[in-house]
């Protein structure tokens, strides 16, 4: 989606990725609440794929099962720990 060039496109939702799993680890180590580093991971690392979701790097790779996760599936498990993160408060 970004430069219409599915190599990049998986890299940069890859860069991503890692990127919230590093945000993840400093909230870990800054809060020590594992459940709440689990939901910003869960949620960024979402998004870093929400980005890309018209891309054609889900075609070109035969990932396209991670398009309709990331699509679908995952924004309702991030509802779901974010409900149980402020249910448990």
């Not at 794929?49 to 679908?72: E, H, P, Q, T």
């Amino acid at each position: 989606m970004f430069f219409s060039d599915p190599a990049l496109d998986l890299q940069i939702s890859l860069v991503l990725l890692a990127v919230s799993f590093v945000v993840a680890l400093i909230v870990l180590a800054i809060s020590k609440k594992k459940f709440l580093s689990l939901i910003i991971f869960s949620v960024l690392g979402n998004v870093s794929f929400l980005i890309n979701i018209g891309s054609r790097m889900f075609d070109v790779y035969s990932i396209k099962w991670l398009g309709y996760f990331a699509l679908i599936f995952w924004p309702i498990i991030n509802i779901y720990l974010i409900i149980k993160y402020f249910s448990k408060k």
